[in-house]
């Protein structure tokens, strides 16, 4: 039988409510937003069934009159033993509060409608963004007048010029907008004024930058390679510096060669080279180095793990400086040193702008596993003779 079950009804109002369908009617103006009175589509029994199958019909029947807040439109039809009998040939809400009653939503109505009420009061602007994305705002409950809070606050502070530390609000600290900076992100760009936004900013990773707060600086970690070097004072060799990104591209280091490794014991033991630098790299992100344009003028050398993400950040440095090249992440390293080879967690499978030809045919077989699934040579299991004699060929050239 595929006659529609109270189960089966009751999906239907869910579905509703699972597309935001019902709250968003609770705020929303606009007449298409109307759900209520909604027919709900009925499977029944057809004329066929109804007399060979009399007493299955009759149960069901009973089954759907016993489902609340939904009403049975019926029709009468006559069987041949027992006579006239109604049958529903309809069913229908009538009304959003039914909808809520059925699905036992009335928690969740009550909060939406203090939310919608307090928007209203506080934030008028907000209101559509309730209205799109109301299964959203119900999840910030907790949350809502705070985040009113600092909409306002940013109203009244329009590109403030402090770090986020410094808004003043009760129960507003730094980890709680940084965890809503998405959602605050979207409630920002409705309700502050254009000139209040800086649009070349976007994204969660770039929300102080977009509403004119202050950053905490990028800061650039580096060695000086070369003990004649007396750009700063001291043993140039023992260096370990780190300096924001406005004063490294402001350095004059005396500099032609320079190496980014990835790795922090690599970084601290890199070998001493004539006129060189080392950067500790840490993982993708080389934007705060674009600033330091002397790098263009020196020899750029990238050393990353021998892995599909290694030529990705290898990748990602050349759409900064296109002159970089990689060192030690070719076939004949990772051929020397099979015995400690690893397995890379999660590939990146994307195609790599700007390889060269060597290094595009290795990536291609890392990321196919021609080689062997999931192949990974970090670059600290290179042994270190066999790094210093690459690294002294580049000091000699």
Not at 134 to 143: C, F, G, N, Y
Not at 230 to 237: F, K, S, V
Request: charged share 25%.
């Amino acid at each position: 039988m595929n006659w529609s079950r109270p189960a089966d009804l009751r999906a239907q109002v869910q579905r509703l409510w699972d597309k935001g369908d019902i709250l968003r009617a609770l705020v929303s103006a606009d007449p298409q937003d109307v759900l209520f009175p909604r027919r709900l589509t009925l499977r029944a029994p057809s004329s066929g069934e109804l007399t060979e199958r009399f007493e299955a019909a009759r149960t069901w029947i009973g089954e759907l009159r016993q489902l609340p807040h939904c009403r049975l439109e019926m029709r009468e039809f006559r069987h041949r033993t027992f006579g006239a009998n109604a049958m529903p040939c309809a069913a229908w809400i009538d009304t959003p509060q039914d909808a809520v009653a059925l699905l036992g939503k009335r928690r969740e109505v009550e909060r939406f409608a203090a939310m919608a009420a307090a928007t209203r009061a506080m934030q008028p602007l907000l209101l559509p963004w309730l209205t799109q994305r109301p299964l959203r705002a119900l999840e910030l409950h907790d949350a809502w007048e705070r985040l009113l809070a600092i909409v306002g606050w940013l109203q009244r502070h329009p590109r403030p010029g402090v770090y986020l530390r410094q808004v003043d609000l009760p129960g507003v600290h730094t980890k709680f907008l940084e965890a809503h900076r998405g959602v605050l992100a979207e409630l920002l760009d409705l309700a502050l004024q254009p000139d209040a936004i800086a649009p070349q900013h976007s994204g969660i990773h770039q929300f102080t930058a977009r509403y004119g707060f202050l950053d905490k600086p990028l800061r650039i970690r580096f060695r000086i390679l070369d003990r004649n070097n007396r750009t700063l004072p001291g043993n140039a060799p023992t260096h370990d510096v780190t300096l924001d990104a406005d004063s490294f591209a402001a350095l004059e280091p005396g500099v032609s060669r320079v190496f980014i490794t990835e790795n922090e014991t690599n970084f601290l033991a890199f070998p001493e080279v004539p006129a060189g630098l080392v950067i500790f790299g840490a993982g993708y992100g080389f934007s705060l180095l674009a600033g330091a344009r002397w790098l263009s003028d020196c020899r750029l050398c990238y050393w990353g793990d021998i892995d599909t993400h290694g030529f990705a950040i290898l990748s990602q440095l050349r759409g900064v400086f296109g002159h970089a090249e990689s060192l030690l992440m070719d076939r004949e390293t990772l051929m020397a040193f099979e015995a400690q080879w690893g397995l890379e967690d999660s590939q990146t499978l994307r195609e790599l702008p700007g390889l060269s030809a060597a290094e595009q045919a290795l990536y291609d077989d890392l990321r196919d596993n021609r080689i062997r699934k999931n192949l990974r040579l970090e670059q600290e299991r290179i042994g270190f003779d066999w790094v210093r004699a690459a690294v002294g060929n580049i000091a000699r050239d």
